[in-house]
């Protein structure tokens, strides 16, 4: 019985290993390269373009639904409270949803960032988002620095490396 349970275990990772091997891959692919241009509104109708010249800024792709985006933004809005990010420095942009959807649930979560609306999903698409929460740090040459999908165990380390000099 043991024999079976031990290749119903290693046949699970590695189905779990080839599931999320194509999306890791597109992740380390897409770092060093120019990120892709893009404007959103903001919740307040106000357009808003990134990457910001001369700045790095740190983008959230999430959704209301999403629980490990809950437990990522309330991280980061934690380090934005503690001095760590600055408020222009972390773009929250919600993937596919209404401003009402989004307004509602913010009403319940106030967050300190930025928070715009993806609502045709296009952006999400340009920078390959394969879940959420997807997190992408933008280097101040508009590069993709890192890109990560799903929670992050070292994201408040590498938010602070990221901003350290900044």
Not at 85 to 107: M, P, R
Not at 110 to 128: R, T
Request: with cysteine; charged share 20%; glycine share 6%.
């Amino acid at each position: 019985m043991k024999k079976y349970l031990n290749i119903l275990f290693y046949g699970i990772i590695t189905l779990l290993l080839m599931t999320k091997i194509p999306g890791i891959y597109k992740n380390f692919s897409a770092q060093n390269k120019l990120a892709p241009v893009a404007t959103l509104k903001r919740l307040s109708g106000e357009e808003i373009g990134f990457p910001i010249p001369n700045q790095k800024t740190i983008v959230v792709f999430w959704a209301t639904w999403c629980g490990p985006c809950k437990i990522e933004l309330n991280r980061l809005n934690q380090m934005m409270a503690d001095g760590a990010i600055k408020s222009n420095q972390l773009l929250a942009v919600s993937i596919q949803e209404s401003a009402e959807t989004v307004n509602t649930f913010l009403e319940k979560n106030p967050y300190q960032f930025l928070i715009a609306l993806d609502q045709s999903g296009l952006v999400a698409e340009k920078y390959n988002v394969q879940g959420t929460p997807t997190v992408v740090f933008l280097d101040e040459n508009g590069k993709v620095e890192w890109i990560t999908t799903g929670l992050s165990p070292t994201l408040e380390l590498r938010v602070k490396n990221f901003l350290k000099n900044f």
